[in-house]
């Protein structure tokens, strides 16, 4: 059984920074590529970035340069690091996977970033 669960969002200034984390249980985590995503209130889930399983990264236009995905296989973890935070990045934000058609979803954690 596929399980993402992440952890490490909360309240933030603008400018501020955050570390979110998702472990991954059921998979073989090396083998697949890893995404975040955000949903901010009345707006559609949007990606965010992607890790390969060979550690190529991407980013959305609105995220490069302040966020920065890695990965952690030895602990089945992803992470995602954001700086330099701005309101409109207040969000939920989802870890995902996709193995064969399937594709997984986190709980997801609460990002808002307020003064």
């Known amino acids: 059984q596929v399980q993402l669960v992440e952890s490490g969002g909360g309240l933030v200034q603008p400018g501020g920074s955050l570390r979110l984390s998702c472990v991954a249980s059921g998979i073989t985590f090396s083998f697949y590529d890893m995404g975040w995503y955000r949903q901010a209130p009345g707006k559609e889930r949007e990606l965010v970035t992607t890790i390969t399983s060979g550690e190529r990264t991407d980013y959305a236009d609105s995220v490069k340069g302040r966020f920065t995905i890695s990965r952690n296989n030895a602990k089945n973890t992803v992470y995602l690091q954001m700086n330099s935070l701005k309101p409109d990045d207040t969000a939920v934000y989802y870890c995902?996977?996709?193995?064969?058609?399937?594709?997984?979803w986190g709980q997801g954690t609460q990002v808002t970033v307020s003064s």
């Open positions: 995902n996977t996709g193995i064969g058609r399937k594709n997984y």
